[in-house]
T-cell receptor
Framework: DADVTQTPRNRITKTGKRIMLECSQTKGHDRMYWYRQDPGLGLRLIYYSFDVKDINKGEISDGYSVSRQAQAKFSLSLESAIPNQTALYFCATSVGGSGANVLTFGAGSRLTVL | AQSVTQPDIHITVSEGASLELRCNYSYGATPYLFWYVQSPGQGLQLLLK??????LVQGIKGFEAEFKRSQSSFNLRKPSVHWSDAAEYFCAVGRIGFQKLVFGTGTRLLVSP
């Protein structure tokens, strides 16, 4: 099994629908992240969590929310999806300290909003 | 603010030829620098990292990168490219304590026969 598992891998939805992307990890890492990848824009940070009680906004958090249900689980929600949220979403994990910058990524969740 | 520039959107290299992917960063302090690779349909995988010390760092799959502070660069190199190296490559910059790892826009490597 993968160290970082994302579900679903692909999802097509309609404008206005609520969508949840889930992420679970077996790395035992404290820190978890959600990134969004768009062609030509690279990866941009949506939210990050340093532990279950610590959640922080990234650079593009508007329109998104997250929940850290446990150390190993971090979900991303789109309360009312819109077409410009069509993108590839990545969950990542890391340890703290000097290793915090070394990320382990999931395989990605491709979301299409019609 | 931190920023990373990868000036080449696409690069095509013949199999067996050498490769250099460019990365320039803007950062006020000593950066942590990374190269990640994304194969089609996959997540990102760490190729190599620079935290401190020797400015030439070795990574997986035969890749290396050199940190040049005077040029604010961290270019990725490989002496002989294999067809399996075709992927998208991302440079990233961070720092101790981590607030945000900033990624470049990526360079897509195509390998021709």
């Amino acid at each position: 099994d993968a160290d970082v598992t994302q579900t679903p891998r692909n999802r097509i939805t309609k404008t206005g629908k609520r969508i949840m992307l889930e992420c679970s990890q077996t790395k035992g890492h404290d820190r978890m992240y959600w990134y969004r990848q768009d062609p030509g824009l690279g990866l941009r940070l949506i939210y990050y969590s340093f532990d279950v009680k610590d959640i922080n906004k990234g650079e593009i958090s508007d329109g998104y929310s997250v929940s850290r249900q446990a150390q190993a689980k971090f979900s991303l929600s789109l309360e009312s999806a819109i077409p410009n949220q069509t993108a590839l979403y990545f969950c990542a994990t890391s340890v703290g300290g000097s290793g915090a910058n070394v990320l382990t990524f999931g395989a990605g969740s491709r979301l299409t909003v019609l | 603010a931190q920023s990373v520039t990868q000036p080449d959107i696409h690069i095509t290299v013949s199999e067996g030829a050498s490769l250099e992917l460019r990365c320039n960063y803007s950062y006020g302090a000593t950066p942590y620098l990374f190269w990640y690779v994304q194969s089609p349909g996959q997540g990102l995988q760490l190729l190599l990292k620079y935290f401190s010390g020797d400015t030439l760092v070795q990574g997986i799959k035969g890749f290396e990168a050199e940190f040049k502070r005077s040029q604010s660069s961290f270019n990725l190199r490989k002496p002989s490219v294999h067809w399996s190296d075709a992927a998208e490559y991302f440079c990233a910059v961070g720092r101790i304590g981590f607030q945000k790892l900033v990624f470049g826009t990526g360079t897509r490597l195509l390998v021709s026969p």
